[in-house]
């Protein structure tokens, strides 16, 4: 069965930074054809796609909005996915999820609206605050 579990959180100034974690278990992320990615939800407001990675090919994707800040990477031996986020902005805050899938057409779609309606595998999220 595959879990997810997010930890590195927590509260910063502006232009801080944190590193996010995603721990996996149930599957080995780096030998099978699936995709890991990073969400957030900021309150009132949509959950949307912040990064994503192909795990066996480690071709990565950024969202515009954080593109120059954030970095995804996958330590393979670990299991183990992040989420390097520098020069954080107030705008940032949120809860932030990691989420994974084995389907190519969900992968290629992280993008649009309300992937927790599509996307299978989902931790229960760890909150970034960011104060001006």
């Known amino acids: 069965q595959v879990q997810l579990v997010e930890s590195g959180g927590g509260s910063v100034q502006s232009g801080g930074s944190l590193r996010l974690s995603c721990a996996a278990s149930g599957y080995t992320p780096s030998a099978s054809g699936s995709c890991m990615a990073w969400f957030r939800q900021a309150p009132g407001k949509e959950r949307e796609g912040v990064a994503l990675?192909?795990?066996?090919?480690?071709?990565?994707y950024l969202a515009a909005s954080v593109k120059g800040r954030f970095t995804i990477s996958q330590d393979s031996a670990k299991n183990t996915l992040y989420l390097q986020m520098n020069s954080l902005k107030p705008e940032d805050t949120a809860m932030y999820y990691c989420?994974?899938?084995?389907?190519?057409?969900?992968?290629?779609?992280?993008?649009?609206?309300?992937?927790?309606?599509?996307?299978?595998?989902w931790g229960r999220g760890t909150q970034v605050t960011v104060s001006s």
């Open positions: 990675t192909y795990t066996r090919e480690g071709t990565t």
């Open positions: 989420a994974a899938d084995f389907r190519s057409f969900v992968c290629a779609n992280w993008l649009v609206p309300n992937p927790e309606n599509r996307i299978n595998y």
